[in-house]
């Protein structure tokens, strides 16, 4: 394994690796995830026995399962924080647990714990009682431990061998012409998502352009990180155009769009300085962007279209605007904790599928693999999030996540929660093995394809076809290609 961010940006190396298996990290070895899949299907059941005899205003068995699930997630999260940032890139199951103790133990604990408003607030999206929250937990955690176990005991080898390959020939290119590369094709496709989402173009973009245009967090993660010759110029290269992304995603009044750049600014300067220098002040660093957004984003998400339109001139007034308003105006109500308690909508989800008024995304997975340049008439595949928040409120305006586990029992039950929490385990396990190849091969160009599995990693909140398989084909199919280029180099 690497030691820093100078190895991956200098040199190259021939040979074929033979890649590491998953197990080996020291940050979650084989035995411990075994162990963490245990625990979770084990609570995962206990809850699901607990919802049958428990009382509707029952939430403290809802509080303490949540809490356990914290007790039992917090030494590996402590872990990763104090190692090498690098095992953390290269062990994708860290951010995917870290995840899911952000959105369904921090967020669920709220409907527990917190003050009555907080928890009116949640379940004026759809109201539940106790024993719904503990279903809830049930799926998830049940869903959670066979994922985790499926990403333990799977190997990413073939994948790996691919990425190894891919890797080495884009190692050729050196290290300010791979960043310039990266930042040119992100900047052309934001452009493009921007022109689109604030209403300035007609079209329907394809994924593939919307995933190019994350290659700009890669650009700013890899300049933060960058040792050596030029990296002060490159740092702040990575600062600014942070700090332009932040502004973007703030004028189309989305935070996690303008959060993210800043976070992978911290994650980058983690990489350079270590872990333990920087997570701390880093990480509170983005949970303050994070509540500072929240007042005004909302304030201009609820007040835009009575200013006549998407211009970007309004959008910045209104902005403006909900930087002074007060806590007493309904448009810019906002709570960090209630956004991230997923057990509301969850549940609705559940209820659906059981009156037979399930989704139908799994229809959607042939399309996956169709780029709509072939297709114009090939659905929306991210459109799920929208249908369901119409399905609840009747209003197209907004799209609520499900979480990967609740999102599989909403489209096939319980069968569909097993088999594609497996699945989801076994993309963690291929995006980890790919990306440990990558960092080895030194092949920042292709390193992208790597670290996207992060970002897969922590859309746990998402739904399973648009937000993990569905990107999970723009890792697959650049490392296929590969294939016909390898066993023509062996003979």
């Given amino acids: 394994m690497l030691t820093s961010a100078q190895n991956l940006t200098h040199g190259h190396q021939t040979g074929v690796v033979r890649p590491a298996r998953l197990s080996d990290s020291p940050i979650i070895r084989r035995h411990r995830g075994l162990r963490l899949a245990t625990a979770f299907v084990t609570l995962g059941g206990s809850a699901l026995v607990a919802g049958m005899s428990a009382g509707p205003e029952d939430w403290w068995l809802h509080g303490v399962w949540c809490g356990l699930g914290l007790l039992i997630v917090a030494p590996t999260l402590v872990t990763a924080l104090k190692g090498d940032f690098e095992r953390f890139l290269t062990d994708h199951r860290t951010m995917f647990i870290g995840a899911f103790g952000l959105y369904f133990l921090i967020g669920g604990l709220l409907l527990a714990v917190a003050p009555a ?150 994650g980058g300067l983690a990489w350079r300085f270590g872990s333990r220098r920087v997570l701390p002040i880093g990480g509170v660093a983005v949970c303050l962007l994070v509540a500072l957004l929240g007042s005004p984003l909302s304030y201009a998400r609820n007040t835009i279209n009575d200013e006549g339109g998407n211009i970007v001139a309004a959008r910045m007034r209104v902005l403006a605007e909900g930087t002074t308003a007060t806590d007493t105006d309904a448009r810019a109500a906002y709570s960090t904790w209630s956004r991230l308690c997923y057990t509301p909508p969850q549940a609705a989800a559940l209820d659906f599928y059981d009156q037979g008024n399930g989704g139908d995304d799994l229809r959607l997975i042939p399309w996956l693999v169709v780029p709509r340049f072939l297709a114009p008439e090939k659905p929306i595949i991210t459109q799920s999030g929208t249908d369901f928040n119409e399905k609840v409120t009747g209003h197209n305006t907004s799209a609520t996540g499900l979480g990967i586990f609740v999102s599989a029992y909403y489209n096939a039950g319980w069968l569909g929660t097993i088999f594609i929490s497996a699945i989801c385990g076994w993309i963690i396990a291929q995006t980890s093995a790919v990306c440990e190849a990558l960092i080895r091969s030194r092949g920042l160009l292709a390193l992208p394809l790597g670290l996207y599995g992060l970002y897969i990693a922590f859309r746990i909140d998402g739904h399973f076809v648009g937000d993990y398989l569905g990107a999970f084909v723009f890792v697959l199919f650049p490392l296929l290609a590969v294939i016909p280029f390898t066993r023509v180099a062996r003979v």
Wanted: proline share 1%; glycine share 8%.
């Fill in 117 to 266: 408003n907080l928890a009116e607030f949640s379940l004026s999206y759809y109201d539940i009682d106790a024993r719904d929250a503990l279903r809830v937990d049930a799926v998830n955690g049940i869903g959670f431990g066979i994922a985790l176990l499926a990403a333990s005991v799977s190997n990413g080898r073939f994948l790996a061998q691919q990425a190894w390959h891919l890797g080495s020939m884009s190692a050729r290119i050196r290290t300010h012409v791979a960043l310039f590369m990266l930042l040119v094709v992100s900047a052309a496709a934001s452009v493009s998502v921007m022109a689109v989402d604030l209403g300035m173009q007609e079209a329907v973009l394809s994924g593939w352009t919307r995933g190019l245009g994350q290659l700009s967090l890669v650009a700013v993660l890899l300049a933060a990180a960058h040792r050596g010759r030029g990296e002060s110029a490159l740092r702040f290269a990575a600062i600014l155009l942070a700090t332009a992304q932040c502004a973007a995603g703030s004028l189309l009044f989305n935070k996690s769009m303008a959060v993210l750049p800043i976070a992978a600014l911290v």
